[in-house]
Nanobody, 122 residues
Framework: QVQLAESGGGLVQAGGSLRLSCAAS????????MAWFRQAPGKEREFVTAISWSGSNTRYADSVKGRFTISRDNAKKMVYLQMHSLKPEDTAVYYC???????????????WGQGTQVTVSS
């Protein structure tokens, strides 16, 4: 069992940047693959990005490639999402997720955070 808590969301103008953070507790952080998802009102939850145990393997949704970067610090038990060139269509609640399997964390992760709101204005 692992608990996840996101932070760093807020309101930004289009073209701006934000860094989201996810703090893990209650488990061995380095045993988990980590991911970020997002969900806008009236839309399905959408995969954003994932990172493997070691950080050597990453995956990004086409919609965020070149703009978002996922990273992790196993010593601090943290995962980050650096977002640049934000667009209004990036507006959503962003969720941190964890699983021991890299594929599973991209489609049906076992553990989820509470979410943090990101709003991008024109």
């Amino acid at each position: 069992q692992v608990q996840l808590a996101e932070s760093g969301g807020g309101l930004v103008q289009a073209g701006g940047s934000l860094r989201l953070s996810c703090a893990a507790s209650g488990g061995i952080f380095s045993s988990y693959c980590m991911a970020w998802f997002r969900q806008a009102p009236g839309k399905e939850r959408e995969f954003v990005t994932a990172i493997s145990w070691s950080g050597s393997n990453t995956r990004y949704a086409d919609s965020v490639k070149g703009r978002f970067t996922i990273s992790r610090d196993n010593a601090k038990k943290m995962v980050y999402l650096q977002m640049h060139s934000l667009k209004p269509e990036d507006t959503a609640v962003y969720y941190c997720a964890a699983d021991t399997d890299f594929y599973k964390v991209t489609v049906a992760a076992s553990y989820w955070g509470q979410g943090t709101q990101v709003t991008v204005s024109s």
